[in-house]
Nanobody, 119 residues
Framework: QVRLVESGGGLVQPGGSLRLSCAGS??????????MSWYRQAPGKERELVAV????????NYADSMKGRSTISRDNAKKTVDLQMHDLKPEDTAVYYC??????????WGQGTQVTVSS
């Protein structure tokens, strides 16, 4: 059974930091073959890409809204991908999802973790 399990969400004050983590298991291919990404979905809004990292971790890209405030990283040996976020704003409040993609063949989502930025 394929599982992507996110953790690390919670309530944080504006300007604060959070580190989200996603652990993969049961994937049909080696974890290091998947492009991993983080998405988020705020209430009433469409799901949007936050950050993406290549299969071997040598390339990263970020949504404009998160550039300079977040870092995506992965540990293929541990089968994890992390999203370090700082200087969080109320508009960052959303459910954050981890996604694993291998071409058009495999596409998996985690169940999400809630991030709430509020004073």
């Amino acid at each position: 059974q394929v599982r992507l399990v996110e953790s690390g969400g919670g309530l944080v004050q504006p300007g604060g930091s959070l580190r989200l983590s996603c652990a993969g298991s049961g994937l049909p291919l080696t974890f290091s073959t998947y492009v991993m990404s983080w998405y988020r979905q705020a209430p009433g809004k469409e799901r949007e890409l936050v950050a993406v990292i290549s299969s071997i971790g040598d390339t990263t890209n970020y949504a404009d809204s998160m550039k300079g405030r977040s870092t995506i990283s992965r540990d293929n040996a541990k089968k994890t991908v992390d999203l370090q976020m700082h200087d969080l704003k109320p508009e960052d409040t959303a459910v954050y999802y981890c996604k694993a993609v291998f071409g058009r063949l495999y596409n998996y989502w985690g169940q999400g973790t809630q991030v709430t930025v509020s004073s």
